[in-house]
């Protein structure tokens, strides 16, 4: 009797060890959608938080590969493509940050997240402020990747000039000026090539009206954004690359629900896959304080 029972539970105990390791929530890349958005996604792993991970302008969210395969150990996580980039679309012609925040809230409210840290890069930062300015239930915390750096910081007149002619020249041939932007503002001569040649190929093959549409609206967000800021009931948490400085007395003035400032050292405009390692590090260290 007493051999027939621990039989019975080294069995129990070995199937209970099979079915956990089975039912670890692997990778998964799905599709969800609303109001004619098709929004594609990709979740890994589990947990009470959610970590949602917003890519910047014409990428995508293969670029948080290694922040899923890292944080999906303690958290669920799921990095999606906005509208009109990557593999998700939209029938709209206002590609704007306002849509782009409406499409996170229906985005969330459909899978019934809670716990929700928004983590932004570039102009995610700006879609991440205006999705937490609704004060919805589901938001826990934000996180701005290398973002409102220059928050105050005031342009030249012939800063606005050559901003203004690059625009015309983009609206023109969008696929042929777009790369060559990687080049001017986004990657130093000791970025990886690697890093700078898949920038330049994900730009050239950017649907041109969704990219100049949405850059545009990024710009004129960017005029109202201090605003925006002290409205905001959230503390801001930065992760900024050291490449180019942060304006602090700018962020000072008008992160009324206060801020804090995380460098990545040694990259250039996307240190998610300049430096993974050194940039999951210091995520790690926000993500504990929220």
């Not at 910047?56 to 493509?81: H, M, P, R, V």
């Not at 503390?235 to 050291?242: I, R």
Request: with cysteine; aromatic share 10%.
């Amino acid at each position: 009797m007493y051999k027939t029972l621990l039989i019975m539970i080294m069995i129990l105990v070995s199937f209970n060890s099979s079915w956990s390791k089975n039912n670890i929530p692997k990778e998964q890349t799905m599709q969800i959608e609303f109001d004619k958005t098709k929004i594609s996604y990709t979740e890994k792993g589990q947990g009470d938080i959610t970590l949602l991970f917003i890519h910047g302008w014409c990428i995508n969210k293969s670029y948080w590969d290694a922040q899923l395969e890292f944080f999906s150990k303690n958290y669920k996580t799921i990095a999606l493509d906005l509208p009109g980039f990557g593999n998700s679309t939209a029938e709209r012609e206002n590609w704007t940050i306002e849509e782009y925040s409406s499409d996170i809230i229906n985005f969330m409210d459909r899978l019934k997240l809670k716990n929700v840290i928004l983590v932004g890069h570039s102009m995610a930062g700006e879609i991440i402020l205006e999705t937490a300015l609704t004060d919805h239930q589901a938001i826990k915390g934000i996180i701005g990747i290398d973002t409102f750096k220059i928050i105050d910081v005031p342009f030249s007149p012939k800063q606005i000039e050559e901003m203004n002619a690059f625009m015309k020249e983009l609206e023109k041939d969008f696929n042929k000026m777009a790369p060559s932007y990687v080049d001017l503002m986004l990657v130093t001569p000791a970025t990886d090539p690697a890093v700078t040649k898949r920038l330049k190929s994900d730009f050239a093959t950017t649907n041109p009206a969704v990219g100049f549409l949405s850059i545009s609206s990024y710009i004129n967000y960017t005029r109202i954004e201090a605003g925006k800021l002290q409205s905001l009931n959230y503390k801001l948490h930065l992760l900024n690359s050291d490449g180019v400085p942060t304006n602090i007395a700018g962020l000072e003035k008008h992160c009324k629900s206060s801020f804090e400032l995380f460098d990545v050292k040694a990259t250039s405009h996307y240190p998610m896959i300049e430096n993974p390692d050194g940039f999951n590090q210091e995520l790690q260290k926000i993500i504990n304080q929220i």
